[in-house]
């Protein structure tokens, strides 16, 4: 069946208005759909560079040997280092020059004589006439004593006789230790020096007069040089005499001398709670010099098959002691690691890393979980590891 419906005449507007409508919304939404995939892409493009620029440097970790060590402080002493005081008074005539090298019993020094060499003339007189007294009483007594066996003379008398010899021998030996000090007062008018070593210092001038005790020359032997230290006592039963130190000295920079302990005190400074102790350093070539400070390591333990990292690339948050490293795909993780000792930038990590791990050692400032490492320089070894960061290089 047709079904004939009536003809209606129409505005061609209104004809065509139902259709345009329709299409304007059409390009409306489509360009919605279009500016929100644009800007979808514009974020994960800005995320992803965003990721990209973390510049990082990274060390492959590995297990080594470590020492524990201190680092202590102190002075250097001589070995062998004498203020030489004048023991008797006189005039100072002459004396070493400085820097000059001595050995010992060499005279360094020189008092004016004249009174000590009346002294001994004097002496030597007193006893030539004691011992001319000596033989006259000899003679009385090999002269008197037969007579006195065969009682010609009383034994008064001969008792007088050998009290004679007696006090005749007693005045020699009187006089023979005069003249023993008149020679000792003479030789100590000469200086001499009580050890090997060099001048290092005059105390008085020349012509001065001077008394006894008073300094004169400086000695100094310096093949073996000191150090007094004190360490804390939590190290006491780690310390012994004998184990091997090194030092470094401000006047060698980049050099290590090597030493020993040679004491360590058995008491404890109550003032400052530190042991006492003493550290030799050979020093043939004359190299160190008295009160020179000593920057001086002393080992502490061993430790075999650990892992090691600089201690600059940690830090710490309230869960304790925090660290970056580079995962798959470079994608940074954080660790929380359980630390040991440290001793000259290095640490010692107990647990929380594994060996051939990439560690963050620079630039890890600026990195968080889930950013993307961007890989400026890989290190093999601590000790690269260990050296300044090529961004503070620049």
Known sequence: MILHLPAFPMNRTLLNRPVLVPIAGLLLLSMLVL?????????EEAAE???????????TVEKRSFQDRVEVTGALQALDDATISAEIAGTLLSR?????????????????????????????????????QLSLAEDAMRRQEPLYQ?????????????AELASAEAGVAQAEG????????????????????TIEDHLAKRGEQVNPGEPIIRVVNTDSMRAQLGIAERYMSQLRVGIPVEATFRSYPGET??????????TIRPGSRTIPMEIEFPNPEGRLRPDMTARVAV?????????????????????????????????????IIET????????????????????IVAGQGSVSDGDLADIRESFDSIEDALMEPRSARR
């Open 35 to 43: 500016t929100g995939c644009n800007d979808a892409g514009d974020t």
């Open 49 to 59: 560079a965003e990721r990209q620029s973390r510049p990082v440097e990274v060390y």
């Open 96 to 132: 070493t020059d400085l820097g000059r090298e001595v050995r010992r019993g060499q005279r360094v020094a020189q008092l004016d004589q004249a009174n000590a060499q009346a002294g001994v003339r004097q002496a030597e007189a007193a006893l030539r006439t004691a011992e001319s």
């Open 150 to 162: 065969d009682s010609i003379i009383s034994p008064i008398e001969f008792e007088r006789v050998r």
């Open 178 to 197: 005069s003249l023993d000090q008149a020679r000792e007062q003479l030789r100590r008018t000469n200086i001499t020096a009580p050890f090997d070593g």
């Open 257 to 266: 001398f090597e030493g020993r302990v040679i004491f360590v005190g058995r």
């Open 299 to 335: 080992p502490l333990e061993d430790f075999e098959d650990v892992i090691v990292i600089p201690a600059r690339s940690t830090e710490r948050d309230e869960e304790g002691t925090l660290v970056y490293v580079v995962g798959e795909d470079n994608i940074v993780e954080s660790r």
């Open 340 to 359: 040991g000792p440290t001793f000259e930038g290095q640490l010692v990590v107990l647990s929380g890393l594994e060996e051939g791990e990439r560690l």
